[in-house]
Nanobody, 121 residues
C-alpha cells in the first residue's frame, strides 16, 4: 500500500503559476507516483500529465501541453507539476496517481486526496 499526499494548491489569478507536489510513503519500492489528474465541478476526472520512473518520458493532455511540466524528484517518491500561464478552466481538484508499471499511458492504481487549484479571471 502506498500513501500519496498532494500539496501546493491554492488561489491564483489567470496567467499566474503554481507548483504542485506529491509525496509518496509506504511501499514506494513497488508503487510510485507517476501522474496527475484533475476533476472540475460537475465533470469527470481527466488526465493531466504522467512521467516514467526514470523521468525521461513524459506525456501531457493537449489542454496543458506547453504550460504544465511534470517532473520527478531525485528520491523517485516525489513528483511535481509546475503549472504556468494558468487559465480559469484549469480550476479543479488535482489528484496525484501512482502505479506499479512504467507506462505513462495507464496503470494508475492509487490516488491521493487531492489539492484544490482555483484560477480567477
Amino acid at each position: 500500500q502506498v500513501q500519496l499526499v498532494e500539496s501546493g494548491g491554492g488561489l491564483v489569478q489567470a496567467g499566474g503559476s503554481l507548483r504542485l507536489s506529491c509525496a509518496a510513503s509506504g511501499r514506494t519500492y513497488t508503487t510510485w507516483p507517476k501522474g496527475w489528474f484533475r476533476q472540475a465541478p460537475g465533470k469527470e476526472r481527466e488526465f493531466v500529465a504522467s512521467i516514467s520512473w526514470s523521468g525521461q518520458v513524459t506525456y501531457y493532455a493537449d489542454s496543458v501541453k506547453g504550460r504544465f511540466t511534470i517532473s520527478r524528484g531525485n528520491a523517485k517518491s516525489t513528483v511535481y507539476l509546475q503549472m504556468n500561464s494558468l487559465k480559469p478552466e484549469d480550476t479543479a481538484v488535482y489528484y496525484c496517481a501512482a502505479g506499479t508499471s512504467d507506462s505513462v499511458f495507464d496503470g494508475f492504481s492509487s490516488w491521493g486526496q487531492g489539492t484544490q487549484v482555483t484560477v480567477s479571471s
